[in-house]
């Protein structure tokens, strides 16, 4: 069998007021960001540019990603 090589992309993962660089496939999707994190997707907002990400949405190649942790609670 041919040795397949993946493609590789850098991007910056800023976390709790760390910033970390970080090398992942080109087919990373938010999703399997947080996964892979072990973050589940409906405690966090991931942020690009400003602009609030779905889970289904493609991370690309030198992106900076800003993951927040969703914050609740009071009373009703």
């Not at 080109?26 to 400003?50: C, F, H, W, Y």
Request: proline share 5%; net charge positive; charged share 25%.
């Amino acid at each position: 069998m041919p040795n397949k090589k993946v493609k590789m992309m850098t991007i910056t993962i800023i976390y709790r007021r760390t910033e970390t660089q970080i090398e992942k496939p080109v087919d990373l999707t938010v999703s399997k960001l947080l996964n892979q994190m072990n973050l589940l997707p409906e405690a966090n907002l991931v942020i690009r540019k400003g602009e609030l990400l779905t889970e289904h949405e493609l991370i690309k190649d030198g992106d900076i990603i800003k993951i927040v942790p969703v914050i609740s609670g009071g009373q009703l």
